[in-house]
């Protein structure tokens, strides 16, 4: 896998704890008195001239007629000088920012700021074809160190002299942002402005304008640009000349005059960009692992393991993990069993091991001084569950040296540390998610050691945390050196046994020692740990009281901990940020049921309309939708606004249309670009509308929008979606895929989001032929593989097998199909199915196809209807089953389907209408009016996916105010109410 860029647009400025107000600095100017290296040096820069080897002042001061004004003049004398009495082949006279400068005058990670300055070029200056900075920004500290990163730079070419400004890459590429003239700036001054973001991906804009009238002569800008470096402390500026002497004959003696050097620091740290940036970074990882990994299996049990707890397996293990290396990589399996192993595990590149359900690996007791399984400088690598690992060791998995890595959904048990990185060079894009460290005997999670390598981008969510005697996090480094940054962990939750610490981190460096090898740990984030049971300190810090470089630049929000006799300890820190760290219980989900803490509504026990109340709910809760769910962009937000648009015809009131176009047009610039928006966490992120079919139902409301208020941007972003569709990978039977990442998997309510959008494109913008056409393909290819027998009814997802059958763990292993018919994904279907008969013409060619198929579901639906409430069931065919309950979201999506067949026609009002009525019954008796005067709804489930078996669909959680069964309920209300509400309104 090739390193991962996470190049976006900036996000914006929501910054918890961390927004400032612009501060000026202090203006460096000249006053014609104070010695002019002291007076540099009183501004905080530090003076780079040549003076040991050509003994006068460099950096001398003026009055300048035009400024009215002293002037600070900075001299190279093409014969004299060198670069501070060294190289030789080059010359410099410079001030630049340094270790010892304010803090605030220093470009930190994720910081924006403003440099301002005047300069004045000689009428008669003379550039060369090489390189003649008068402005850099470089980074203090790292491999790069000596490169820049911006510069300002005269230079003569193609038989003319120009000003360019530029950017160059960590790999020494330069990038021409804006060139003019140098004629342009010659003997006159000139004022720049220069806005800086310091990280990657950052910004950088400059301009320049004639200080005589304002006018401006060049300008620069991007937002997408590396402005950080590796091992970098910070970004500092640097003004006056730095040039090369390869070409001396085009040289001369030359003064360049500066005056206003200032900075101005726009905000601080940005932490919502950064948490921004790490979990898309992640997710890419996770992305480009699964397309990476080859899909060919090696099953331990071919190279003679015996899951019986009784015969070593090591050496099986070891020939099944090489021999799937030197096949390229793919999965190594481990079926259920118990698997004895006398000898530690050695991962290698491009390898999957996945331990089945069931699957134990069972390491030697006497293990005690290595670790159990381990990776050295490898890459490509995923170690997935739900198995079980167990033993004593050193620790359970060591990962060294190693990047691109998964592990999840595993089971540790270990004597040391459940998890370790480390690294002699660099370990990075490590991701633990949803594992469960069940019992440690030191710390679950340990980043660094006394290693003098980098660890970066790591990221840990959705864990679940045992019996951890020690420390929950343990990040630390030695007087080895090393560097942590850029660790993200969120969403983590511990049982309660009580830890010594939650988060320790560390400068295992004492004040006396002679090391110049300072640790470097920064830029960490953590966000929602929940129930932390501490006997000692919650967060603590052991940082050095005498360094420049303490544990700096950590942030940690909503953090439960219970018990601590200190909850924070932050020795010698600096920019530790801490938001809502208590120890009262933290709800990290609330949101989702209740919206904003003031939203009330004037509603009596029973409103006139269901409908209309819960709309009103929704608004009420959600003044922002795009703060409602989980992700800004859904698909769930999309399904509202249709059943807004029906309210919307059904009262003419225009709230609901304006309420859907205050929520799209957050995403879509006015050009039709796709912006980031924050969701309620205040995670910003541009929509992913071409990685899944969920994210492409929003379409549908593009299109909606473009087709009441005509605007192109509204054309131009469904444009983009309808490309992307066309290019969306497929079965061989040209079944969509339901994410890119679901490889060979077609899932039921896939169907609908899909073909909500392209119905609806083809109808209002275009390519009409191929979007019906599509759309058809779609649902007759789904009725084609997924129905329950001979029965009308689908199941939740069908499958192709052949793509990577293991992890399909519900496709039964010769049909594909998965096992239950889940209400709402058949609710789903159903829509689409009514959708499509309202949307395509009657001629069309598959139109009387979906008809019979609509006429045979409703069928199936009117015969498993439960006669006593009238709704139907969480797996909608085994009502007599045990443990099965009515369920409200499915039970509203068939009561909307089956009045709209009445509608339109296509089945038999007499045959349905008692149906639907029931049905109506059913949802609004699982609906109540509360406190506040809004809407509850329920008896659903909140999100979901493919399940494997019949106990996990009627034994998985139920919420309140469950998001799709919310919007199903104003559909199916409004589509029963519509005659009554129109009544009403005359």
Known sequence: MNNIQKISSLFLLLVICLQVNAQAGRTANADGKT???????????????????????????????????????????????????????????????????????????????????????????????????????????????????????????????????????????????????????????????ETILHDNPGTIELEIKRVSDGKRLLYGKSNKVDMWREGARFNRPKYGIYRSLKEPSYLRDESVLFADIEFIEISDKNYTQRTNIGWELATDVERELLAVLPQQTFNVIDFGALGNNTNDCSEAFKNAIEKCYKMGGGVVLVPKGMYKLNAPLYLLSNIHLLLSEGAILSFDPQMKSVFLISSDNQENIRLTGPGKIRGNGKGAICLSDSRNILVSNCDFESLGDNITIQANIKSENIILKNNYFRKSGKNAITLGGSTPGVIRNIFAEQNTFGVIPKYIVHMYGTDRGGLLEDTWMRDNYSEGYPCETAFQLEQLVSDSSKSTNIPILWYSYFENFSNLNVTDKGISFTSLSKTTQPIESMWFKNIQIIGAKEIINRHTTRDIYVDNVSTKPIDLFDITETGVINAYLPYAPVPQFWSVTAAESTMARYPDFTKAYWNAWTYVNSYMACAFEHLYKATGDDTYLKYIKSYIDNFIDKDGNFVAVSNYKGLSRIP?????????????????????????????????????????????????????????????????????????????????????????????????????????????????????????????????????????????????????????????KGYNDVKDIFVRLAAALKRTQDVRTGGWFQVVDKGNMHHNWIETSGSAMFTYALQQGINLGILNKKDYELVVKDGYNSIVNHAKINEKGLVDIYEACDGVGVQENYEKYINHKKSLNAKEAYVGFVWATEIVERDAIKKNLK
């Open 688 to 844: 992913n509308v071409c990685d899944n079919l969920d994210n492409m139902m929003p379409g549908n409301t593009l299109v909606m929008l473009y087709e009441y208020y005509k605007e192109p941007r509204y054309k131009k972003a469904a444009d983009y979606i309808f490309t992307c569709l066309k290019d969306y990978p497929r079965n061989n039977d040209g079944g969509f895929w339901h994410g890119k990442g679901l490889h060979g998997q077609m899932w039921i309510d896939g169907v609908f989001m899909g073909q909500m959008f392209l119905l609806r494109y083809g109808r209002s913008i275009g390519d009409a032929e191929y979007a019906y056409d599509e759309a058809v393909k779609q649902i007759r290819t789904y009725t084609k593989r997924g129905e329950q027998g001979n029965s009308g009814l689908y199941v939740h997802a069908i499958y192709e097998l052949g793509h990577d059958d293991r992890l399909c763990k519900w496709a039964d292993t010769s049909t594909g199909k998965s096992p239950e018919v889940w209400s709402e994904g058949l609710g789903w279907y159903t829509l689409i199915l009514v959708e499509a008969l309202e949307t395509l013409p009657k001629n069309h």
């Open 35 to 193: 010695d002019t290296y002291k007076l540099i040096e009183s501004f905080g820069y530090g003076v780079e001239v040549p003076d040991c080897k050509h003994p006068i002042k460099h950096i001398m001061q003026q009055y300048d007629d035009e400024l009215q004004k002293q002037v600070f003049v900075f001299t190279l004398h093409a014969q004299l000088d060198d670069d501070r009495c060294g190289a030789q082949d080059r010359q410099r006279t410079e001030i630049k920012t340094f270790g010892t400068s304010p803090e605030s005058m220093k470009g930190h990670r994720g910081k924006t700021q403003k440099y301002k300055w005047k300069f004045k070029l000689d009428k008669d200056f003379q550039p060369s074809p090489n390189f003649c900075h008068i402005h850099q920004i470089k980074a203090d500290a790292g491999p790069n160190a000596g490169a820049p990163i911006v510069t300002l730079t005269p230079r003569f070419k193609g038989g003319k002299e120009v000003l360019e400004f530029n950017v160059v890459s960590p790999q020494n590429s330069s990038t021409i942002l804006a060139e003019e003239d140098l004629s342009l700036f010659k003997g006159t001054w000139v004022e720049v402005t």
